[in-house]
């Protein structure tokens, strides 16, 4: 039967599991030099409706280390761009491709896509979902703290579609997440529903930083103002000021509490260049840990 990673919706934690543990052992082989090419001959079609640095770069290197091939498919240059049905671009790249990525605006049409694919499609991020930025995520806290169980996740700033995956995640693993959102920029209503409402369960919503952030074994933010919302920038700027991460927010947090973001990073806005390049930052070594983490997916699904 094929599968798709379009969310978290289905997953189990041993599912999970399953992807951190293959993640190790590819990491590991990669520290050694050792070759290990599982994909040979396989290929990866990625469509980008949506610029990237870090979505782009992880896939495109991490088919090329397992051996496949990825091809980068910009919308505006294929007949997707020029009115092609979702449906007809789906059945024909199944018989040329190997697995879809896309990264684009609507959630329902990565579900179309997968849908109507015979073979398997992974959501590199919608403005609903970013399942494999956070399944980065937690393996990078795996790393720092040796486990994410009971671990305490603060996430400062706009319940956006990381905050998504985020709530999405806590719903279904051993780990506790506060959120401090603006009010009216909460996550969405859809996925909150997974979690009986926004005071119960792993997941708990605030709007004082200070509160979501007390007693924290993560600090966690993303920009204040995401793709497609750019003409929103200074309203923003103003609702959001008091977001963000700094050397206050951390001393609330405990003493050996780590520092992430998604990137790209706005300095100064929702994260301090202090605390971004200080001690407590692991800011790099998550966003190497995509690499890593989607070349398990990919040996996974494909």
């Not at 605006?105 to 956070?134: K, M, R, W």
């Amino acid at each position: 039967m094929k599968k798709d990673l379009l969310g978290f919706t289905g997953m189990t934690q041993t599912d999970f599991e399953d992807i951190w543990r293959r993640t190790s052992r590819l990491k590991q082989l990669l520290k050694e030099g050792r070759e290990h090419a599982s994909l040979k001959g396989k290929t990866l079609g990625m469509i980008f409706d949506k610029s990237s640095t870090r979505t782009r770069i992880s896939f495109e290197v991490g088919m090329y280390q397992l051996g496949g091939i990825a091809l980068f498919l910009n919308s505006k240059d294929t007949q997707i761009g020029r009115g092609e049905t979702i449906a007809d671009s789906a059945r024909m790249m199944s018989r040329y491709l190997n697995g879809i990525m896309i990264r684009t605006f609507a959630q329902e049409s990565v579900e179309e896509l997968a849908g109507y694919a015979t073979i398997p499609v992974i959501n590199g991020l919608t403005d609903l979902l970013h399942p494999c930025q956070i399944l980065a995520d937690l393996y990078t806290i795996i790393e720092k703290k040796k486990t994410y169980e009971g671990v305490k996740v603060a996430y400062i700033g706009d319940g956006n579609n990381v905050a998504n995956s985020w709530v999405e995640a806590a719903c279904l693993l051993p780990f506790e997440l506060t959120l401090a959102c603006p009010e009216n920029y909460d996550p969405d209503p859809r996925v909150m529903k997974m979690c009986d409402g926004p005071t119960e369960g792993n997941v708990k919503i605030y709007r004082d930083p200070f509160e979501a952030a007390r007693d924290a074994d993560v600090l966690y933010t993303d920009v204040w103002t995401s793709m497609g919302q750019e003409e929103e920038s200074r309203e923003r700027k103003m609702i959001f000021k008091n977001y963000q991460i700094n050397e206050a927010l951390l001393q609330v947090a405990k003493k050996d509490a780590i520092v992430m973001h998604c990137l790209p990073a706005h300095r100064g806005e929702e994260i301090t260049a202090q605390v971004i390049d200080g001690p407590q930052s692991v800011v790099i070594d998550e966003a190497e840990n995509r690499l890593h983490v989607q070349k398990a997916i990919l040996e996974i699904l494909l």
